[in-house]
């Protein structure tokens, strides 16, 4: 259960963290962020919450579990849903 939290609250967190922050990945300065970039960090972020619960899952079991391809199209999905209030919030809610 802690292990699902901790995923749900990463996914959350990497998924809006491009969108809210003028810095690239969080803490590496950047002058300007584009739409391209900020994506490229949505995708950086899957992969890093992926990579967190692969080892989430590899100590709870003892081994990951392989998965098919509608697992990563779920996940991604998800994550895009995810990351959907972060963009609201930077192109259509938030005045330039």
Do not use: D
Not at 57 to 83: K, N, P
């Amino acid at each position: 259960m802690l292990g699902t939290l901790v995923l749900v609250c990463a996914g959350v967190l990497c998924a809006n963290l491009p969108f809210i922050s003028e810095r690239l990945f969080g803490f590496l300065p950047a002058r300007r962020k584009s739409l391209p970039l900020r994506l490229a960090e949505v995708v950086g972020g899957y992969l890093f919450v992926g990579a967190l619960a692969f080892v989430i899952e590899r100590q709870a079991h003892g081994a990951a579990y392989s998965q098919t391809w509608e697992f990563y199209v779920v996940t991604v999905a998800l994550f895009a849903v995810f990351a959907f209030p972060g963009f609201v919030y930077r192109y259509l809610w938030r005045k330039h």
